[in-house]
Nanobody, 114 residues
Framework: QVQLVESGGGLVQPGGSLRLSCAAS????????MSWYRQGPGKERELVAG????????WYADSVKGRFTISRDNAKNTVYLQMNSLKPEDTAVYYC???????WGQGTQVTVSS
């Protein structure tokens, strides 16, 4: 079955950086678009970024454009989210997902605080 395991979260100061990873299994990773979502405290889950099967196309929420970069390594079945210039409002649990499937991983907590 589809399995997604996110990692790389943590506590970081405003202006800092983190790189999230998501290891996927149970499906042909290279054939599917992948996305990152996040859910902040008291907020609904929102789409943060997405990437096409080859990595040639990417898209971002306006709130993270210019600060976050999504990428993928199809040989490793892994999708990444490089997060720079982090702000307190980026605090959330971050999840990866293949939109074609309903499965979610456990997420990884990102906390931006001084």
């Amino acid at each position: 079955q589809v399995q997604l395991v996110e990692s790389g979260g943590g506590l970081v100061q405003p202006g800092g950086s983190l790189r999230l990873s998501c290891a996927a299994s149970g499906f042909t990773f290279s054939s599917y678009t992948m996305s990152w979502y996040r859910q902040g405290p008291g907020k609904e889950r929102e789409l943060v970024a997405g990437i096409s099967t080859s990595g040639g196309s990417t898209w971002y929420a306006d709130s993270v454009k210019g600060r976050f970069t999504i990428s993928r390594d199809n040989a490793k079945n892994t999708v990444y989210l490089q997060m720079n210039s982090l702000k307190p409002e980026d605090t959330a649990v971050y999840y990866c997902k293949a939109p074609r499937f309903t499965s979610w991983g456990q997420g990884t907590q990102v906390t931006v605080s001084s």
